[in-house]
């Protein structure tokens, strides 16, 4: 062999080995989530998280959204699960915290966290030691869709009172259109569909005194407002107790019905199910004129590192990056999410539209306040609220049951 092909072969296998080296020192981390509907933009994500840090591979694992606390908590208990796990907040984010599974954050090992709203940190921090354990990653905004196209070829206008709404909903069932897509098939949807069209009528002042322990949910305000729910069982589709929740979308992208009680977060799902979609979301129906229009308002969850993780150095550098104003901006580009990173800009006018409405929102009162222990206020809600539209229980004993229930382990309802 010639000295110039020997001299070749050398060069050819230094590179080879370089190349070995370089990927044996790679470090690859799983993230879990139950969101698989968003594997395309996070993979997109990674991609450039992996570009600024090429040791770094990052792996996209989903599971079915049902399941997911079951498979994560077993994962977890074992040792074993994603290096960085999406987590819902709140009581959710809890249970796992307390059990010891995920990694305590701070400025020091995730500076992103300064990037962070107060509001937002509340939701990523565990209550008996005030310490972040997940870094936020969207706030949620529950609302009303409307068909714009729909309302347009039935000469109307979209309501913004309950009087308009019940007068509008009463023109569309007339045209032969559902008003209202929504049914009672999805239990959390159900737990949303109240918070909607109950929090214009309970108001700001209703949440601080239940959360002073002024009132329970036996309050005449509550149970008012539940009653108003009962008005709309006529503009709902028929066998409206069975219609879950992708066929309530079903029944608002495809023209059927005209509103869809719902969250934001199905934005870019109804664009991307139907390009062709003239859609708005609003706030719901005010209780009069001149008050000020109410969305709901929670946040979602967020970004966890496994405390027993293999690569805790390089899960923290993930979970950092996703703090960052980079993220924040393409996540929202790509998912039609609200970044609570400040300084993230919003080019979409519908989501910067719904992110203007977050202002004067109220909060998911059972998500932020009733989660932390069982019974959750959401378990007690989405069991009765089913009964109470079919007509079997009343507003009255809905409120009850949920003051009872939850007095079980939150003192201030106890013995009211």
Known sequence: MSRRRIGLALAAASFAWGLAASVAHATDISFWT??????????ELFADFTKENP????????????????IVSTALAAGKGGDVIHTHAYGWLEQFVKAGYFEPQDLTTVPSLANQPADALVAGTYRA????????FASQTLGLFINKDVFAKAGLTPP???DEFITVSRALKDKGIYPLANGMGTSWFNEMFVAIFTNPFLGQDFVSDLTSGKTTFKDPRYV????????????????????????AGQLFISGKAAMLAGGSFDIATYRSQSPAINMDFVAPPM???????????FFDGGYAVNAKSANKEAALKLVNWMG?????DKFSALLGNISPIKGVVIKDELLAHVAKLNETAMPHINVVYFRFEKPTGSELLQGDITKMMSGSITPDQLAADLTDGLAKWYKPFQGK
């Open 287 to 297: 209780a009069k004129a001149g008050d000020t229009p109410q969305v709901t308002k």
């Open 324 to 328: 960052t104003k980079e993220f924040g």
């Open 55 to 70: 040791d770094i591979h990052v792996k996209f694992e989903s599971f079915p959204d049902e399941n997911y606390p079951t």
């Open 160 to 162: 913004t009172t309950w």
């Open 224 to 247: 008012a407002a539940l009653g108003k729910l009962l008005e709309l069982r006529d503009y709902m589709p028929p066998g409206f107790e069975g219609i879950d929740y992708d066929t």
């Open 129 to 136: 030691d005030k310490k972040v354990y997940s870094l936020p």
């Open 34 to 43: 139950w969101r698989q509907e968003d594997k395309a933009a996070y993979n």
